[in-house]
Structure formats: structure tokens, C-alpha cells
């Protein structure tokens, strides 16, 4: 049976077959343990992480010791919030995110929220962006953290990160008020550089950027300001005690190949994603019962996510499912029965959030592909539309 065209890259990619290649020695020849200093193996291992390390902070303009491996973004949000949260609680307690952040950012909130902090919800307009003036008047005395994605994972909307940066970085020295942000969309596909965007945590994922699910890393700036982060897991004491576990090196490896991929082809790649995305939409406008969800240009080259009114979305989706692989949501939160919390924050009845589709562009995808799934969006609307 053929497969479905894949178009669901904001849910994960496939593995490069150049990141691949450069995994592969660490699983069985070069397979020691990275904190084992003492013979060939480990050194071996200590060398290839200490040069992904490397390349992985010179792509964000970091210093490697700056660079936390984790298991992926989820790991790195939780130990950005909940770390900053109980090293700087003395200094406060009020944190700011927003209503269309990823869960792994609303969930350790939630959490936090439980111990007795407070958490500010900003907003959202109809197109996807926050309000600067309105997040800046949300800033209190007692502000220790803003937690602001750069890239959104359902509707690709990308966030003004460098001028929050500046918010945050104009209100020292009187109040030191971090900024944290989930570049787990963005890594490798928009230019990110944490000194001059202000970041002072910045999560990461490699299986975004076809690299290997089951690594990512927290970016923690070490001066000015130098981040405090309480760790969530103890243990050995590796990444300088703020992330205990064995690393997990071939994964590394493949991260830096991956992020080194992306950013060497990034302005081609990007071009091509948004050359894609351009003609489905125009393909996709034939429909008058379609419409956009974002950002008609920021936003990332290779996200469409529309809504489809008067249509029931499960049908859709059963409709689609032999021909193409999309997505009516964050893949992270597939198995809930809830419409789209980022849709409904944009103004969406529940109804109209559940009949929408994202659309996630990829480097392997074709325009001979996107004419074969317009086609079939088109058949498949028109056949469930009522009469």
C-alpha cells in the first residue's frame, strides 16, 4: 500500500541520511560513556560532545558552556520554568507566558501555580501575536520570569522574541526579569542569536530539524545576567549539575549534524518551504469556506493551518488520512478530544477550531506532492459540504 504524502513536519521529520551517517560510529564503535575519563572509549565520547556542544552554541552566537543537553524541549521548559521558579522565589513569584503557548510550557505553569505562584495568561490578537504594550504593563515588581515561544507549533505564528528580549533586559538593574523562550519550532529555520535578542533560556529540539527524537538542550546564559536554575533531576551532577544523566551521544552528534544541515541550507530551504506553502494556499483560496489561522506572513515558510467552517473536522481528517498526513492540532496533544486551545485564544468557536488542518512543510516535500493533496483537500471539502 503507498503511503500517505507525510505533511505533518511540526510534529516531527524523519531522520537525515547525512545526521544518520554521522550517528551511526557512536552506537557501536565509539560507544563509551562521555563522564568515563579515564580510557580511549570515554574520551572518544567526551571529544564528539564536547564538538557538538560547540557547534550547537555557535549556532545561537552561545559559549558551549552555556549549552544543557536534555531529553528534548520538554525537558528543557520544564527545567527553565520550574529551575528559574524555585531559584529565584525569594525574589518573586509572579511569571508571564501566553494563552497560545505549548503545554510543556501551560503545564509547568499549572503546576507552579499549585505551590503559589502566580501566573499571567497574556493574550493573544486575532492574528496570533502578542501585544508588546500589554505584556509590558503585565510586568510586576515581583516578575521573575516571561516565557514566550518563537515559533508556534500549530499556527507558525513567530513572536517578536528580540524586542520581549529588550523589555526584559531594559528593566536591569533595578529588577532582573528573565527571559525564557521554546525555539523548538524555530531552531535552524528562522536566524536565532541569543545575545542580541536578549534570550536568557532558550529551549531546543533536534527531531524538528531531522535529527533523532529523544534530544534537545536549554540554552542558560552565564552572564549578564548569569541564570540561577535549580535541577530537576538529580544524580551524577553531569551538565554542570544542572541536568544528572548519562549522555546520550549519538543523539548529540546527530543534533549538531542536524542543526548544522539546517542552518548551512536554512535561506534555500526556507525559500522553498514558503514557495510550497504559497501555491497550496492559492490552490486551497478556491474553497470559500476556508480561511486562515495566523499571521499572514510572520509565521514560519512552511506552516499553513486553516479552518474549514461549516465542515465537521473528524470527517475531514478520515477523509484525508489515505492520501496525506496532517495534522488538526499540536501532535503533542492528539489523543485529547478538546478543540485547539491556540485556535479558541485567536477567537474561534470550538466547533470552527476542530475543523482545521495544519499543513507542516518539510525539506523532502514536492510541488508535484502539494498539487496531489490540493486536489484531494478540494474533493474531500466539497464532498462533505452540505448541500
Same mark, same amino acid.
Given at each position: 500500500?503507498?503511503?500517505?504524502? $507525510?505533511?505533518?513536519?511540526?510534529? #516531527? ?27 580511549? $572509549? ?27 543537553? #536534555? ?25 508571564? #507566558? ?12 499549572? $503546576? ?231 485556535? #479558541? ?43
Amino acid at each position: 500500500m503507498q503511503r500517505p504524502i $507525510y505533511l505533518d513536519c511540526h510534529a #516531527t521529520t524523519p531522520v537525515d541520511e547525512r545526521v544518520w551517517e554521522a550517528m551511526l560510529p557512536y552506537f557501536r564503535e565509539s560507544f563509551g560513556n562521555a563522564a568515563s575519563t579515564g580510557h580511549l $572509549y570515554g574520551w572518544e565520547a567526551a571529544s564528539a560532545v564536547k564538538l557538538a556542544r560547540e557547534a550547537i552554541a555557535k549556532a545561537i552566537n552561545a559559549t558551549p558552556e552555556e549549552i544543557v543537553f #536534555t531529553s528534548g524541549a520538554t525537558e528543557s521548559n520544564n527545567l527553565a520554568i520550574k529551575g528559574v521558579a524555585e531559584s529565584y522565589h525569594q525574589k518573586g513569584r509572579h511569571i508571564i #507566558t501566553v494563552q497560545t503557548e505549548h503545554s510543556a510550557i501551560l503545564d509547568p505553569c499549572v $503546576y507552579l501555580a499549585s505551590l503559589g505562584f502566580e501566573i499571567t495568561y497574556l493574550p493573544v490578537r486575532s492574528d496570533g501575536l502578542v501585544d508588546l504594550s500589554e505584556l509590558e504593563r503585565a510586568i510586576r515588581p515581583d516578575t521573575i520570569l516571561i516565557s514566550v515561544m518563537a515559533a508556534n507549533n500549530e499556527i507558525g505564528v513567530l513572536q517578536p522574541i528580540a524586542e520581549i528580549g529588550q523589555i526584559c533586559h531594559d528593566r536591569a538593574p533595578q529588577q532582573q526579569v528573565l527571559f525564557h523562550s521554546d525555539a523548538a519550532q524555530a531552531i535552524g529555520k528562522i536566524p536565532l542569536d541569543v545575545m542580541t535578542m536578549h534570550i536568557d533560556l532558550m529551549s531546543l529540539t533536534a527531531h524538528k530539524i531531522y535529527g533523532a527524537k529523544g534530544i534537545g538542550a536549554l540554552y542558560v546564559r552565564r552572564r549578564n545576567p548569569r541564570v540561577s536554575l535549580t535541577p530537576q533531576l538529580h544524580g551524577g551532577g553531569h551538565e554542570r549539575g544542572m541536568r544528572s544523566g548519562t549522555l546520550y551521544t549519538p543523539q548529540i552528534v546527530g543534533f549538531a549534524k542536524a542543526l548544522e544541515i539546517a542552518i548551512a541550507s536554512q535561506a534555500e530551504e526556507q525559500q522553498q518551504a514558503l514557495t510550497i506553502r504559497q501555491h497550496l494556499w492559492e490552490c486551497l483560496s478556491e474553497l470559500d469556506c476556508i480561511s486562515l489561522n495566523g499571521h499572514s506572513t510572520k509565521r514560519l515558510a512552511g506552516n499553513l493551518n486553516v479552518s474549514f467552517t461549516g465542515l465537521n473536522g473528524q470527517l475531514l481528517m478520515l477523509a484525508l488520512q489515505p492520501i496525506v498526513a496532517v495534522s488538526s492540532g499540536s501532535a503533542c496533544a492528539s489523543a485529547k478530544t478538546a478543540p485547539s486551545h491556540v485556535l #479558541t485564544a485567536l477567537g474561534h468557536s470550538p466547533e470552527l477550531a476542530s475543523a482545521s488542518i495544519r499543513f507542516g512543510i518539510g525539506r523532502f516535500n514536492t510541488l508535484e506532492e502539494i498539487e496531489i493533496v490540493a486536489n484531494h483537500v478540494l474533493a474531500s471539502v466539497r464532498s462533505l459540504r452540505p448541500i
